[in-house]
């Protein structure tokens, strides 16, 4: 009698963790908050505004840049066992995600704020832009290498 008892426990336990079991419904996601999404007024976007908003990507983009230098440098070092553009892109990336998980809190707070963050200020610390100077220096052989054909353009992958 107790086995039986235990065979058949174990059974609904191994039902309950498989995914494709169904079993009893989900409770129903909670109502989204559409309003987080919607533009601003058109009369609420005014030319002063707008240059408020662009100057401070402009401050955003230069920090990022500087930030992104900075931790290169850092990182750069004879024996390292790391490209130095790794850190940056963690860190950028870090950021990035800590500033989407609290979108709500820090549009709340200032919404210009979540794009300085975000557009400005991580974008500018990832490496998708030393990628392209790096890119643009090796399509035009800047190095002054020896090659010849098509290597200039597969030395970049």
Same mark, same amino acid.
């Given at each position: ?5 235990? +065979? *058949? ?6 039902? +309950? @963790?498989?995914?494709?079991? @169904? ?36 401050? @955003?983009?230069?920090? /990022? ?14 024996? !390292? ?9 963690? *860190?950028?990336? /870090? ?6 998980? !609290? ?16 557009? /400005? ?37």
């Amino acid at each position: 009698m107790t086995r039986s008892r235990r +065979s *058949v426990s174990e059974t609904e336990s191994q039902r +309950s @963790a498989d995914p494709e079991y @169904a079993g009893q419904p989900r409770a129903p996601s909670p109502p989204s908050n559409e309003r987080e999404n919607i533009a601003p007024a058109a009369e609420e976007v005014t030319p002063l505004r707008l240059i408020a908003h662009y100057s401070s990507l402009v401050l @955003a983009s230069i920090i /990022g840049c500087l930030i992104r230098l900075g931790l290169t440098a850092l990182a750069t070092y004879d024996g !390292r066992s790391i490209f130095p553009i790794a850190w940056s892109q963690g *860190v950028g990336c /870090g950021m990035m995600g800590f500033a989407i998980a !609290r979108k709500s809190d820090i549009s709340g707070w200032y919404p210009p704020m979540y794009t300085f963050w975000t557009t /400005g200020v991580a974008a500018s610390i990832t490496t998708f832009s030393t990628w392209m100077e790096e890119g643009y220096l090796t399509f035009g052989n800047y190095g002054g290498y020896q090659r010849g054909g098509l290597y200039d353009v597969s030395a970049l992958w």
